[in-house]
């Protein structure tokens, strides 16, 4: 790294709020994982959303809204999930993935986010490879100014 470019003051603080972004989004799916309980769902509705952002590009998914017993609190619960359009429609039931007593963490079995836990692990490579070379910039730091240290020494000794 070059002491005068401005990258590497910009990635540290890209790199940790990256790490910081990807560790919440991947804590969802080990969250899911952990945690998640597997049970059938009534489906209220299903409709097909489409948001136009641009006049080339726009976002389309299926909105389910679907109901289920909470198996910890034993409460009904009333939530939804964005599917890509590329899903089966549901038919009346539908499986779902919750974590209990958590409102508003539910979703359509097997409607991972595979690209979050992709990103950690993509950023935690990074960071250790950007500390790495931040530790090898400090270890070549300290020998010069211990080098120039001696040399100075031996200079005042003479």
């Known amino acids: 790294m070059n002491p ?3 990258l590497g003051c910009v990635l540290m ?3 940790p709020a990256l790490l910081v972004v990807s560790t919440y989004l991947a804590w969802w799916e080990l969250r899911f994982v952990v945690q998640g309980r597997t049970t059938d769902a009534v ?3 299903v409709e097909a959303i489409e948001l136009r952002r641009h006049r080339t590009f726009s ?3 299926l909105e389910v809204r679907y109901s289920f017993q909470d198996e910890l609190t034993k409460r009904f619960r009333t939530e939804r999930d964005e599917l890509p359009l590329s899903w089966p429609r549901p038919g009346s039931t539908v499986r779902i993935q919750y974590v209990a007593g958590l409102t ?3 979703r359509v079995e097997g409607h991972r986010h595979v690209w979050s836990t992709t990103f950690f692990v993509v950023c935690v490579i990074g960071s250790a490879v950007y500390i790495g070379l931040l530790l ?3 270890r070549r730091a300290v020998s010069e ?4 240290e001696a040399r100075r020494r031996r200079r005042h000794e003479g």
């Not at 100014?145 to 120039?148: K, L, M, N, S, T």
């Open 4 to 6: 005068q470019s401005p």
């Open 13 to 15: 603080i890209v790199v």
């Open 43 to 45: 489906v209220d509705r």
């Open 59 to 61: 976002d389309s998914y």
């Open 104 to 106: 508003g963490a539910s």
């Open 136 to 138: 090898r910039e400090a």
């Open 145 to 148: 100014e211990e080098a120039f």
